[in-house]
């Protein structure tokens, strides 16, 4: 069930509301409870007064995305607790050592101001050293767990999180501030961009772990068996029985049926091919999934990850087996995109069809996980019957200092016109709106700048100087999804 579907259900008091929640996000909660208690008892406890706390907050202050509303009431409670697990313990050993703790009198540091700081300052590192440094500060993995997950040595972890460290003091000190608070920072940490927060998944690396200790369990009842079964041969002084002929029975068989004495039991092929393969029952050679039409179409889908050829496969055997491939190929002509889902050996493949007049797109998104492939939706999506007049006012109306072409401005009224979020996120006559175009970066990892439209969401409360932010971005070739309604919360 979707997120937005159990909120709805909170909202209008549906009893089943609580029930249907915890069937999908108790695990994921508990794993991340005990990663930062050390104790399911304890974790237990707490996931419940989450779930308590979603019933009676849900109804009156609707979050924006349930998951991270979910992880952070059970990370803030877990936080309060007083036992704590050996990742939590090294964890603020850790940050004792990044967070020195002698502020001069006149340093006040706020919440939101370090909260700020700290996203920045995220905003700042490549990916991989990003998500090390969330896997251990926000989901309290262990450096053993981080390493598994990211197929590191620990020795890796330990030089990354080390030099992200030295970084971070840095850059505190190059904005006056020589001291914060521990339990202050793990509490803006907390706060960090939900997309960060979902680029690991909670329960991946005890998940792991798990799997691990499993096999290893597997391994020594087997040795066990095998043992047992070799002494007990071994003490036997019974000899083994005679083997038993198959015995042909006269009742059942013709006489006439049995070969004869210097006859092959062999028939001889017949000598017209004919005979022997009628028409419509001849074998056709097999095809290697590499050269199917389904395959190639996914080896030309938008890979924003690195994608193993084993998932590919796996996608495009699951297309051939559970559907006709050609009608498959005929529904969904339009774009194909591949991503990485949670846990991080997960992805969709994302499959579109062309957009009729009614501006109305079939869209089917398969999973794969654990090399098992499965319908994870399928639906029809209606676009914005927005008029082009309105989205083009807007475009050609936003702020331009860079001098945009024109043809590159219809490329993103286009865009618009055609997307299934960004008109609704944006062109509402009850919200007040800044448009302008200006030249920015996508991924903090790339130095590479591009046109970029950009679209400020504003309060309706003057005093309130935090915003949503939308954007588009133009590499050269088309228009791609930018950030999606992001807080953008400035400084007291």
Not at 239 to 246: K, N, Y
Not at 274 to 298: C, D, F, L, M, R
Not at 324 to 332: C, G, V
């Amino acid at each position: 069930m979707k997120d937005e579907e159990l909120v709805a259900r909170y909202c209008s008091g549906d009893r089943r509301a609580e029930a249907l929640t915890k069937d999908k996000y108790s695990v994921s909660c508990r794993e991340l409870a005990y990663q930062i208690l050390g104790n399911y008892d304890e974790a237990d406890s707490v996931v419940q007064e989450v779930f308590s706390l979603a019933d009676r907050l849900i109804p009156e202050k609707v979050p924006n995305n349930l998951q991270i509303f979910l992880w952070r009431a059970t990370r803030n409670l877990s936080l309060l607790r007083d036992c704590a697990s050996e990742a939590r313990n090294q964890v603020i050993s850790e940050m004792n050592d990044w967070l020195p703790c002698a502020p001069p009198p006149e340093c006040s540091l706020s919440k939101k101001e370090l909260f700020n700081l700290t996203n920045e300052f995220l905003s700042t590192l490549p990916a991989l050293d990003r998500k090390i440094l969330i896997a251990h500060f926000w989901h309290f993995l262990s450096i053993s767990a981080i390493a598994h997950c990211f197929n590191l040595s620990e020795e890796k972890v330990y030089s990354i999180l080390g030099m992200t460290g030295s970084r971070f003091q840095q850059y505190l000190e190059s904005h006056n501030l020589n001291s914060v608070e521990p339990a202050m920072f793990l509490q803006a940490f907390g706060y960090i961009r939900e997309t960060w927060i979902t680029e690991l998944p909670v329960s991946s690396a005890s998940s792991g772990s798990r799997k691990k200790w499993a096999v290893i369990a597997g391994c020594l009842c087997c040795i066990t068996f095998l043992g047992f079964a070799i002494f007990r041969h071994l003490l036997s002084d019974d000899t083994p029985p005679a083997p038993v002929l198959p015995t042909i029975s006269t009742a059942t068989t013709n006489p006439s049926s049995l070969p004869g004495i210097g006859e092959s039991s062999n028939p001889a092929p017949p000598d017209n091919e004919t005979e022997a393969n009628p028409a419509g029952s001849a074998t056709e050679p097999s095809v290697s999934i590499h050269e199917t039409e389904v395959y190639q179409k996914i080896m030309q889908a938008e890979k924003p990850h690195e994608v193993k050829e084993t998932v590919m496969e796996a996608f495009a055997q699951w297309i051939i087996d559970e559907n006709n491939a050609d009608d498959f190929l005929n529904t969904y002509d339009g774009e194909w995109m591949m991503k990485r889902d949670t846990p991080l050996t997960s992805f969709t493949l994302h499959c579109s069809g062309a957009v009729d007049e009614e501006h109305k797109q079939k869209y089917t998104v398969l999973r794969y996980e654990d090399g098992e492939v499965e319908l994870w939706v399928q639906t029809e999506i209606q676009y914005t019957d927005v008029p082009r007049e309105e989205i083009s006012e807007l475009v050609y109306g936003a702020r331009d200092e860079i001098g945009v072409p024109d043809e590159v401005k219809e490329e993103f009224i286009d865009f618009i016109l055609y997307s299934d979020w960004f008109a609704w996120s944006t062109i509402n006559p009850d919200q007040k709106t800044e448009w302008f175009f200006d030249m920015a970066r996508v991924g903090k990892d790339s130095d590479e700048k591009y046109i970029t439209l950009f679209v400020k969401i504003l309060d309706d409360d003057p005093n309130v100087t935090s915003y949503k932010l939308c954007t588009l971005y133009y590499n050269d070739t088309k228009v791609m999804d930018g950030m999606r309604d992001s807080p953008i919360i400035l400084p007291e």
